[in-house]
């Protein structure tokens, strides 16, 4: 398969639906969203978004699986898998802050190949394909080159449902915050990642995120020479559903304050 050529048909898809999101939310109506669940809000646009991104993803391998946030489809492909979040940052779009995106992985026999995140109001779209590094509206990315935490700017996520660790997690911002240069929080995973692959944020961890949201900037990271990692420094960091990247200089400071705070 040509990831290249794919790639920049994903990129063009996806910037189709993100000039959708786009027009929508000059007109949107806060009293159209639905609640999923507590503090887990959607949308007709993220309905109508997914939509549009299976009907065009589709065209390009028929065969493919999708395992989609708003789940308008869901199939599993023998090969091929398609994960997709038409609009990461839903809460961001819904009280109109202007940071939200688009998230699209293709998985080849369980392993990433693919990964677009289109993040929408800057046009910002960054995207890999397997074993052809990453890139930021088709110039190329890195990952930083700082190496102590103390100089590093790092992202999160604060829980908003499953507050079961909130009282550990919490203590781990506090030491993080005496260690580094800042912590921030934007609201998009998927943007939080693709701004390690180009190297604006040193590291990001968050944890109860889903694959859907993390699964094309995981992968962008990588191809831009970043780590990703569980909060035990494991590799499953889609399965225990906790993801800590970084610019693979500063993960161990990390891991040693998540197993101090967190993990114990």
Known sequence: MDY??????????????????RKESMSFDAGAVEFKGLNDLVSYVDKNAEKQLVKNLAKL??????????????????????????????????????????????YENDQPVIGVVYEINRGEMFSAYKDGGAYLNNKS??????????????????P??????????????????RSCHGLR??????????????GRFDAFFEYNLNSWDVAAGAFIVQQAGGKILN????????????????????DQEILDLMEKHFNS
């Open 231 to 250: 909060f035990e420094g494991g590799d499953e960091f889609l399965e225990k559903r906790q993801i800590l990247a970084t610019n693979a200089k500063i």
């Open 141 to 158: 990315i890195s990952i930083s080159s700082r190496t102590s935490l103390s100089e590093c700017l790092l992202a999160t996520g604060f």
């Open 185 to 198: 929080r934007i609201g998009s995973a998927a943007v939080d990642l693709a701004y390690v692959a180009c």
């Open 61 to 106: 391998i028929p065969e493919a699986g999708f395992t989609t946030e708003e789940k308008t489809i869901s199939r599993k492909g023998e090969i091929y898998n398609w994960i997709i979040d038409p609009l990461d940052g839903t809460t961001n779009f819904i009280h109109g802050i202007p940071t939200y995106s688009i998230s699209v992985a293709l």
């Open 4 to 21: 290249e050529l794919l790639c920049t048909k994903v990129i063009a898809i996806t910037r189709l639906t993100g000039n959708f999101i």
């Open 160 to 177: 908003y449902y499953q507050f079961e660790q909130q009282e550990q997690y919490m203590k781990l911002f506090a030491e993080m915050m």
